[in-house]
């Protein structure tokens, strides 16, 4: 951990600076227009990404930078560090006022996340993970859910990639509640032992999951994509082919359910 005090530092700084700027554009009035592919964005998305990118790279020149809302740079697949960001992770909720965005962090190394920070503003959960560490919570140790085997388990599922008929038998066995607005706050509830999965089988994008790929194993978890295959960052095409975060003891379920799903989409 000690190796990485200046960046804990740094990214404290600007989460702070990035919280003080949110609470006054809120004041001031959201400004929100819609990107190509139909997704929104506002000043508070453009802005949090503008404070992390200046205090980050001005902390650490030689490294990279892939963030939602910065236009990608090639250069970065030659580097060996690469700042991973989504300045605001949830930004629908965030426009409804909804206490469930983010801004999600990853600092990778050699395409491994090495530190991995999930802040929600509206909360002040601060989420931590550092390679090598257990998970925290504001200061605090975390863990995945350890409790016996309910009958009923709880996974957050991304529905628009289940068919309702699978879905239906789904949630038979458990709880099925769709995703909230932001796929790492999601994921962090993996972490925190709240809900004892998530199933998101729709393309996501390194920033939405960086952080949470550190953050889940180092919580006991379980973390992989659609195909069970582990999840590397800073790929040319910064896409991962979705995600599963789970408790240990529920992969024979998930593993059953994957089966299904390929078995119905054949």
Known sequence: MSQYIHELETIRTALDRASE???RITYEGLQVKIKPDGSPVTNADLEVNQILQQVLLEAFPHDAWLSEESLDNPSRLQSQRVWILDPIDGTKPFIKSLPHYTISLALVDH?????????????QEYFCAITG???????QPIHVRTTAVPARRTFLVNTWHVR???LDAWRKEHHCPPLLGSIAYSLALVA???????INLGPQNEWDIAASLLLVPGAGGLIFDRHQNPIHCNQPNPR???IIAIRPDALPTIQEWLTELNVSCS
């Open 21 to 23: 700027r949110l609470q």
């Open 111 to 123: 395409n491994q996340p090495v530190i991995g920070v999930i802040f929600n503003p509206a909360t």
């Open 133 to 139: 560490q257990p998970g925290m919570l504001n200061g």
């Open 164 to 166: 309702k008929r699978l």
């Open 192 to 198: 925190s032992g709240h809900v004892d999965g998530v």
């Open 240 to 242: 991962v082919n979705g």
